[in-house]
């Protein structure tokens, strides 16, 4: 994709300036599951992208509920993006910010997460949960950010109501 914020000899107005940068845009990711079904309930589940030529910044944020389930505990989540990500020359992968906060021991661990061009979803990924993708089935077990006690080990600490994950980021889009 072309993308020109001027020519030669035009002035620069702050209509044109503007426009070069886009208004953050409310989105409702969607969140799944690799096995099993997914229930938001009467948890949250939002997100707002920007789009800035052909890259795409966004945030999201899920925060469990009481009434949040997943029929299968150990199988992997995937959310939706806001916008097509870019899949030419073999860029598939794309890194992403993800922050993981457990209200009930009121400890936040950093995280990372990815684009997966191929199935157009983003996933996050941390240090110790099973199989390193976030799930239902357990939080991390490293010492959490602002800790000074390390938390349970894997698949003994379950997502519970107001656990929450952030994921932010940019990525290249069509």
Do not use: H, K
Request: proline share 5%; net charge negative.
């Amino acid at each position: 994709m072309a993308f020109t914020l001027w020519q030669p000899g035009q002035r620069i107005t702050a209509d044109r300036l503007n426009a070069m940068v886009g208004d953050w845009v409310p989105y409702t990711p969607s969140w799944t599951a690799d096995s099993g079904t997914t229930t938001l309930g009467d948890g949250l589940l939002s997100g707002r992208y920007q789009i800035v030529g052909p890259t795409v910044n966004f945030t999201m944020r899920f925060q469990w509920g009481s009434t949040t389930t997943q029929s299968v505990s150990d199988s992997n989540w995937s959310f939706s993006l806001p916008v097509p990500a870019y899949t030419g020359d073999g860029n598939t992968w794309q890194a992403l910010e993800a922050w993981i906060f457990d209200t009930s021991a009121s400890a936040r661990w950093q995280a990372s997460a990815y684009v997966n061009a191929s199935t157009q979803t983003l996933t996050a990924i941390c240090v110790n949960a099973d199989g390193g993708f976030m799930d239902s089935a357990e939080m991390p077990s490293q010492t959490a950010q602002g800790s000074s006690t390390t938390s349970v080990q894997p698949g003994s600490t379950t997502w519970a109501n107001g656990d929450r994950i952030n994921i932010w980021g940019s990525y290249e889009t069509t």
